[in-house]
Every structure is written in C-alpha cells, then in structure tokens.
C-alpha cells in the first residue's frame, strides 16, 4: 500500500512539471522549431510518441496530452505526420511546416584544417562521432522540470540560430545552435534543472558539455575553455559547468549553445525567458 502511494505521489508530480514545462514554449512550424500539438487523449498514461523515428516529449495540460515537437532544419513545406501509440493502438496525427529562409554567414578559418581535415583529424573525427550521436540522441522518461531556458553565459548574442555558413567559401551545414560572444573565462551556467550526459575534448566542437533535461530535451555547450563538471552529475539552474573559451573551430573567444528536441536541433531562443530573449 505505502509503495502505491509512494507511486502515486511520484506520477502525480511528474504529471505537474509536465504541466508546468509547456509554458515555457514559443511555438514557430518552421525548420528548426516548435510544434505542440494536442492529441484529444486525456489516457492516466502517457502516449508514446514518434517523429520520423525520433521519440517525442509528451506533456499533459488540461486533460490532454500534448506532443512537443522539434523540427529539423532538414524538413520539407507540407504536411508531416506523427505516429502515435496508445495503451498498443497506433494512430497518426498530420500538421503543416512552413518555409523560413535563413541567412547566410561567411567566416574565414584561419586554421584550415578545421575546413578541410587531413585524414589524422578524419581518424579523430569519426571516433568522436558515436558518442556526439549517443548524446543528441538521449532519452529518459522523466519529465523537464521547465522548457523555460535561462541564458547560459552573460554575452550578446553573436550568431543566430540556422545561418546558411561558408567556411572558407565552402558550403558547411546550417549553424545549429546560438553563438554567444564573451571574453575568455567568463562563467557558463547550466540552463534549467539536468544531467551531465556527457562531456569531451572534440575536434569541431572543442571542449564541449551535453546536458539531459528530460524525454529528449538535451543542452550543448561548446568551444569552452575548461569544463567544471563531470558526467553523471546532476545540476540546477544557474549552476557553473565551464567558461567560455576558443577551443575546436572558431575565430574568436564565445559559446556555442545548442539545444535538441527529439535528436533535432531547435532555436534555443524558442525556449529563452522572456527577459533573456534579446539579440
């Protein structure tokens, strides 16, 4: 009897963060936003949830449970479906993504084998590959505490989220998370409520911290000076996990910050207070 109460209470504040967690949501279906959708299932357990594979954060708020959803800056104008599983019934729900443009950003490496890799750094590059997907990709059942991000390091913002880059004048994929400018050392905190998932000296990406919030939600920090926390350890908002550096590829001191929903990323500013959200 105690460990069903003690169940119940659990499942019951669960449900409350989940609760809490959609209001912190800017919604934008465009590539690289945010879709909640409500599914018409009010069910005591959570549907289970897939975009094109990916697991999906489900949240209940007024009965219902809502799927939010990260869309990639890959997808396509249409209609995009999501499979949905109920108590062994599978069902599918449509919606629309629209077109956004982003612009376009050249920058000049002055280390060019951080834009072409002779094959040493291809050897490196592809041993870093598993754990970097591993972490994207991460998922526990736990419920974020907040989708209301605070922001990770005092700094204006220097590179928005989805430019269209050229390295060198090559074509490099989209930029995936927001560039931060701030001199060397200055403190990084951790966003909202997590787990260390992860952490690593990369060729890219340099010294770089992967945060878990919960069902899929995942934080990345890169390019840092030193990192002051280890895997495994759990955080709270506002506390210090590194300071910002210039490791990896960069042209300057600054942090890079991603963040992934369902293993795509989306823009961080989606998921920003309402004070921090400035350029």
């Known amino acids: 009897m105690r460990y069903l109460i003690t169940s119940l209470i659990s499942l019951l504040l669960t449900f409350s963060a989940a609760s809490?967690?959609?209001?912190?949501?800017?919604?934008?279906?465009?590539?690289?936003?945010?879709?909640?959708?409500?599914?018409?299932?009010?069910?005591p357990e959570p549907p289970e949830v897939r975009f094109y594979g990916n697991r999906?954060?489900?949240?209940k708020q007024s009965q219902d449970w809502h799927a939010v959803i990260g869309i990639p800056l890959t997808a396509k104008p249409g209609a995009h479906k999501l499979e949905v599983n109920t108590q062994g019934q599978t069902s599918t729900r449509s919606f629309k993504?629209?077109?956004?443009?982003?612009?376009?950003?050249?920058?000049?490496i002055t280390n060019k084998r951080k834009v072409n890799p002779n094959p040493l750094d291809m050897e490196r590059i592809n041993s870093e590959k598993g754990q970097i997907t591993r972490a994207k990709a991460w998922w526990q059942e736990t419920s974020p505490s907040s989708l209301s991000l605070s922001k990770p390091v005092d700094g204006p913002f220097s590179s928005p989220f989805g430019l269209r880059r050229y390295f060198n004048d090559q074509p490099r994929k989209p930029h995936s998370g927001l560039d931060i400018a701030a001199p060397e050392g200055t403190p990084i905190t951790a966003p909202a409520d997590g787990t260390v998932i992860t952490t690593g000296d990369f060729f890219f990406n340099g010294n770089t911290v992967f945060i878990d919030h919960g069902q899929g939600m995942v934080s990345m920090y890169c390019h840092m000076n030193t990192i002051d926390i280890e895997t495994g350890v759990t955080v709270k908002r506002g506390d210090q996990i590194g300071r910002v550096g210039k490791t990896g590829r960069v042209t300057g001191p600054h942090l890079?910050?991603?963040?992934y929903l369902n293993n795509v990323a989306i823009d961080p500013m989606l998921l920003l207070k309402t004070e921090n959200n400035t350029r």
């Not at 999906?56 to 949240?59: A, E, L, Q, R, T």
């Open 56 to 59: 999906v954060m489900v949240v």
């Open 256 to 259: 890079h910050w991603s963040v």
């Open 97 to 108: 993504i629209t077109d956004k443009q982003y612009e376009t950003q050249r920058l000049t």
């Open 20 to 43: 809490q967690a959609i209001e912190g949501v800017q919604t934008a279906s465009v590539p690289g936003g945010i879709v909640v959708m409500p599914l018409g299932i009010d069910s």
